[in-house]
Nanobody, 127 residues
């Protein structure tokens, strides 16, 4: 199983950025996948997840209404569209998957339960 996050960069407050997570070694159709982030000096936290079917998505309160998770089965890639970015969104963003947990609040809360992590991509929101 391999996950590779990309798409991070420097963006001004209010701007947008789309992160990508390329997955290999397992099927995105069968397992949920999530985005997590770790800001400087803070613990890693769950941001969003999407179910294997794509029919269920879940967001943390801090990003709800601003971020959108999606995936492209053919490209085996998950995405995180981030709009209205705020200074507090500055963090290293990771994609991760666990083959047992369904997408939901537990998926975002149980960071340590994730079995597979990709290398992170840095998002810096700054004026």
């Amino acid at each position: 199983v391999q996950l590779q996050a990309s798409g991070g960069g420097l963006v001004q407050p209010g701007g947008s950025l789309t992160l990508s997570c390329a997955a290999s070694g397992f099927s995105l159709d069968h397992f949920a996948i999530g985005w997590f982030r770790q800001a400087p000096g803070k613990e890693r936290e769950g941001v969003s997840c999407i179910s294997g079917s794509g029919g269920t998505t879940y967001y943390s309160d801090s990003v709800k209404g601003r971020f959108t998770i999606s995936k492209d089965r053919a490209k085996r890639t998950a995405y995180l569209q981030m709009n209205s970015l705020e200074l507090e969104d500055t963090a290293v963003y990771y994609c991760a998957t666990d083959f047992l947990l369904p997408c939901g609040s537990d998926y975002l809360r149980r960071v340590s339960a994730m079995d597979h992590w990709g290398k992170g991509t840095l998002v810096t929101v700054s004026s």
